[in-house]
């Protein structure tokens, strides 16, 4: 035979049916079965009665919280039913028990007619009382006692469902600060994948891409002196990606506070142009005085980075110019290099390296442009800096050593 599960809380319900009903039989062996003691109707009827009448109430009280209009409809039957046998002390109080199980647990519309029967209940108490006795002390009494067996549950029924609506209230509004939480990690965690994609674009592709264009340079010449200098470049732009790739994971394992050596900047672009240089290709940089961040610094050398490989990789021997200069408020960072005749241009300049300098650009408020004038493909990056008033001899010069073959 199966087993009947039943919930905690039905099994609350019929807990509190029995506790109630034992405590009803309590009262009628302990001869306090009614309020204002045994009338002429009360003798004369038999004495079970006011057992069944306890025991109907609480078989509807038993179902108090998962069916509270149920629980009430068959409570003020009962109660109904014992005031005209003699109101008995216990069944008011199941009722007033099931008024406050209403409502903590019943629906709104099952409140307002509960309150509607509850002073129609008030009601018929105070005139009972009033021409019964013809003593207003005794009405005075009969209305302290609706007023502690059907309003105060009622009240604070009200006041602990108030109370569970505000917890259920807060426990809707965590879910949902902790949804919005887990979506702005989502949003950073994309947000830090496709940083460290551009970073990986600009450390390894641009770097495999000039040692694959050196290495097949190497394979084509019988110069020994060339070849041996093409492998020098090609070790050389290894090396390099190497230890950016280094530095990359150090500062991705390594503490909070780490503080990895910085050798992206201007200063090193030099080696920038080496690599192209051994692609075959002649590279002139101009580097004037720029009041460029550390962070726009590194930008800006990515930026070059990024278009000196596009230029070897599509182009591969044409002359590339590089130019950084300062305007008034920002600095201008120009890449410009020749497209061969049998080069066919794209109609659509796209591509996730010219995506990546946009990125980049913008990351620092900065913008890009790239377009194709006269076979030359030209890439203008802007990148703001602060506006301060010119040094006396800081005028605009070309960086020493900077300058290579044309």
């Known amino acids: 035979m199966a087993l009947v599960r039943i919930d905690s809380g039905r099994r609350r319900d019929l807990g509190v049916a029995v506790a109630f009903f034992a405590a009803g039989l309590v009262l009628y062996i302990g001869d306090l079965r009614y309020f204002f003691g045994p009338t002429a109707l009360n003798t004369s009827l038999p004495q079970w009665l006011p057992v069944l009448t306890l025991g109907l109430a609480c078989f509807f009280q038993a179902w108090r919280s998962s069916r509270p209009a149920v629980a009430f409809a068959g409570t003020t039957a009962a109660l109904a039913l014992d005031a005209f046998c003699g109101p008995t002390i216990a069944v008011w109080i199941v009722y007033s028990d099931v008024v406050y199980a209403v409502a903590r647990y019943g629906s709104a519309r099952l409140r307002r007619v509960m309150l509607l029967v509850n002073w129609l209940v008030a009601a018929i108490v105070l005139t009972v009382a009033l021409t019964g006795s013809g003593d207003w002390r005794v009405a005075l009494l009969a209305m302290l006692l609706v007023t502690a067996l059907i309003a105060s549950p009622a009240s604070y029924g009200h006041a602990i469902r108030q109370h569970e609506l505000a917890a259920e209230s807060e426990r809707d509004r965590a879910r949902a600060v902790e949804a919005l939480a887990m979506r702005d990690q989502e949003v950073a965690i994309a947000s830090e994948r496709r940083r460290l994609a551009r970073d990986l674009h600009d450390v390894v592709a641009g770097q495999l891409s000039g040692i694959a264009l050196q290495s097949a340079a190497a394979l084509e010449t019988r110069d020994a002196g060339i070849r041996d200098s093409v492998l020098r470049s090609v070790?050389?732009?290894?090396?390099?990606?190497?230890?950016?790739?280094?530095?990359?994971?150090?500062?991705?394992?390594?503490?909070?506070?780490?503080?990895?050596?910085?050798?992206?900047?201007?200063?090193?672009?030099?080696?920038?142009?080496?690599?192209?240089?051994?692609?075959?290709?002649?590279?002139?940089?101009?580097?004037?005085?720029?009041?460029?961040?550390?962070?726009?610094?590194?930008?800006?050398?990515?930026?070059?980075?990024?278009?000196?490989?596009?230029?070897?990789?599509?182009?591969?021997?044409?002359?590339?110019?590089?130019?950084?200069r300062q305007q008034a408020s920002s600095a201008v960072i120009s890449i410009a290099n020749a497209v061969h005749e049998d080069v066919v241009l794209p109609e659509e300049i796209v591509g996730h390296g010219?995506?990546?300098?946009?990125?980049?650009?913008?990351?620092?408020?900065?913008?890009?442009?790239?377009?194709?004038?006269?076979?030359?493909?030209?890439?203008?990056?802007?990148?703001?800096?602060?506006?301060?008033?010119?040094?006396p001899g800081s005028d605009p010069h070309r960086a020493s050593g900077l300058t290579g073959p044309r």
Request: hydrophobic share 45%.
């Open 235 to 324: 070790r050389s732009s290894s090396v390099e990606a190497l230890r950016e790739m280094r530095t990359m994971i150090d500062l991705l394992s390594g503490p909070d506070d780490f503080d990895a050596p910085v050798t992206a900047t201007l200063d090193h672009i030099e080696r920038l142009a080496d690599a192209a240089r051994a692609c075959g290709s002649s590279v002139d940089i101009t580097v004037e005085s720029t009041r460029l961040s550390p962070v726009s610094t590194i930008v800006a050398y990515r930026i070059i980075q990024q278009a000196l490989t596009n230029a070897a990789a599509h182009s591969p021997g044409a002359d590339v110019e590089v130019v950084v």
């Open 354 to 391: 010219i995506e990546n300098m946009r990125v980049r650009a913008g990351s620092v408020g900065g913008s890009l442009d790239v377009d194709i004038t006269d076979r030359r493909w030209n890439v203008v990056a802007e990148l703001p800096t602060p506006v301060i008033d010119r040094l």
